[in-house]
């Protein structure tokens, strides 16, 4: 019998959430469950003068950042045996996760596992996730060059 039958991998294609992405799929495997990758496109009005584009092309470079993703997670998964049904949904990535939290007996995720002043001014996604989830979450960190 599978411990976990439906994990939730959250991405957003960085090197960061593919470490946790490889770690969540390799726990698939070996539990048998399907994979659920996630990308949440965070189109807040504010990033579109940050980057110096207008709200169409900004719509646009994040669409191709989510679709390279999912590619990433589905090819991976192929390689391993995985099922992996890919989402891309529009929103705040943390409360979207949290949202979707109820249908899935584990997330994995990434994290920076920034603290001090770069936490407090980035925030963390995975903070507010590990805390309002309602499964459990598995946090992998960035593994250091080291």
């Not at 957003?12 to 996630?38: C, I, P």
């Not at 646009?60 to 997670?73: H, I, N, Q, T």
Request: some cysteine.
């Amino acid at each position: 019998m599978a411990i976990y039958h439906k994990i939730l991998i959250p991405t957003d294609g960085s090197e960061y959430t593919k470490a946790a992405t490889l770690h969540g799929l390799q726990l698939a495997k070996m539990t048998g469950a399907e994979v659920t990758a996630l990308f949440v496109i965070d189109d807040a009005p504010y990033l579109n003068v940050a980057w110096g584009l207008s709200f169409p092309d900004l719509s646009r470079v994040l669409e191709d950042e989510a679709k390279k993703a999912m590619v990433f997670v589905k090819t991976e998964g192929e390689r391993l045996g995985v099922k992996v049904i890919t989402s891309i949904k529009r929103g705040p990535p943390a409360s979207t996760i949290i949202d979707d939290s109820a249908n899935f007996d584990l997330i994995v995720m990434g994290t920076l596992g920034r603290s001090g002043v770069s936490h407090l001014l980035l925030g963390s996604v995975a903070e507010k996730v590990v805390r309002f989830a309602k499964c459990p979450v598995l946090v992998v960190r960035h593994p250091h060059p080291n």
